[in-house]
């Protein structure tokens, strides 16, 4: 059986004690903290039975290796993971809906995964894809910025990235990356198909393999002074406007 590990935040432990209360050990909150979002997280947590334990702020500290917890974290069992991608893909295919993918390739940091994890999540896409090497994988951190998303956005990291991108075209799935100097911009891409978008690190960008293997490549229009977005803030982009297509036909 995998260890426990720790999640903490209002979101994040929120998020597990609603989508999956079996799997939450304990939550360790801290008593000191008597506002509204507390009482309310508190009496949640009761109603779904899960074992509440009191702590004081530096006990939460060193649990969850962060002063960002809010005076909330849960031990809880990992959940196990939904599919691997072959079999969401072909779960995709059979229910007969049109595949919506999030590639990161070289994104490092966890706060950046986690808040391009809460934006997939929001715009609905199937899951996130990224290399298993340079790239952040699920921990705490990455959890507490998601805000619940790492449990519910299946992330995938995969050996090799460029022949990933290939299996998936293979599946007609269109890859479009994201690059300064790409010809046409988002908004003249057809983001209606099966699609897998592609966004590497900010300032790096992608890497040249996985630049050379996308069917497309556009740029997001900047009408200010700076030159790039943060990898999050584009992902948002690039799914809310395949949101966007797909919500007006």
Known sequence: MSSPKVIFGFHAVGVRIKTAPASVIEVLFDAARRDARMRQFISKAQ?????LVEA??????????SHGHQGVAARVTPLAATHSLDELLEGIEAAGTVPLLLVLDGVTDPHNLGACLRVADGAGAHAVIAPKDHAAGINATVAKVASG?????????VTNL????????????????TSDDAPGTLYQ?????????????????MRQLTRKTCDE???IPMAGAVESLNVSVASGICLYEAMRQRSAG
């Open 47 to 51: 109603e779904a039975g899960v074992r």
């Open 56 to 65: 004081d702020g530096l006990r939460l500290s060193k649990l969850s290796g």
């Open 149 to 157: 998303a790492a449990d519910t956005v299946p992330y995938f990291m």
């Open 162 to 177: 460029a022949r990933t991108l290939n299996e998936l075209k293979e599946r007609s799935i269109w890859c479009v990356g």
């Open 189 to 205: 891409s057809d983001l209606r198909r099966p699609l897998a978008l592609v966004l590497g690190a900010e300032g790096e960008g």
């Open 217 to 219: 490549l556009v740029s």
